[in-house]
C-alpha cells in the first residue's frame, strides 16, 4: 500500500505560478505510475496529467499543455506538478493519484481515474483575475 499527501496549493493570481508536491510513503514511489487530477466545484474530477513508472512518458489534458509539468523524483518518492501562467479556470482542489499495475510496463501513463486505486486528500489551488 502507498500512501499520498498533497502540498503546495494556494491563492495565486492569474498568470501565477506554483508546483505541487505529492509525497508518497509505505512503498517506494518507482513501483507506481502516477497522475494528477483535479475537481472544480460542481464539476466532476478531471484527469490533469500523468507519467510512468520509469518517469520517461508523460501525458497532458490539451488545456494545460505548455503550461503544466508533471516530473517525478523516485529517489525523494515525490511528485511533482509545476503549473504556470495558471487561469481562473485552473482553480480547483487538486488529487494525485498512484497505480501499481505491471501489466503494461514501466513505460506505461494512464488518464482514466478508474484506473487509479490509491488517492491523496487533495491540495487547494485558487486563481484570481
Known amino acids: 500500500q502507498v500512501q499520498l499527501v498533497e502540498s503546495g496549493g494556494g491563492l495565486v493570481q492569474a498568470g501565477g505560478s506554483l508546483r505541487l508536491s505529492c509525497a508518497a510513503s509505505?512503498?517506494?514511489?518507482?513501483?507506481?505510475?502516477m497522475g494528477w487530477f483535479r475537481q472544480a466545484p460542481g464539476k466532476e474530477r478531471e484527469f490533469v496529467a500523468a507519467i510512468s513508472r520509469n518517469g520517461g512518458s508523460t501525458y497532458y489534458k490539451d488545456s494545460v499543455k505548455g503550461r503544466f509539468t508533471i516530473s517525478r523524483d523516485n529517489a525523494k518518492n515525490t511528485v511533482y506538478l509545476q503549473v504556470n501562467s495558471l487561469r481562473p479556470e485552473d482553480t480547483a482542489v487538486y488529487y494525485c493519484?498512484?497505480?501499481?499495475?505491471?501489466?503494461?510496463?514501466?513505460?506505461?501513463?494512464?488518464?482514466?481515474?478508474?484506473?487509479?486505486?490509491?488517492w491523496g486528500q487533495g491540495t487547494q489551488v485558487t486563481v484570481s483575475s
Open positions: 509505505g512503498r517506494t514511489c518507482n513501483n507506481y505510475a
Open positions: 493519484a498512484a497505480n501499481g499495475g505491471t501489466y503494461y510496463g514501466p513505460s506505461y501513463y494512464y488518464t482514466d481515474s478508474n484506473d487509479y486505486d490509491h
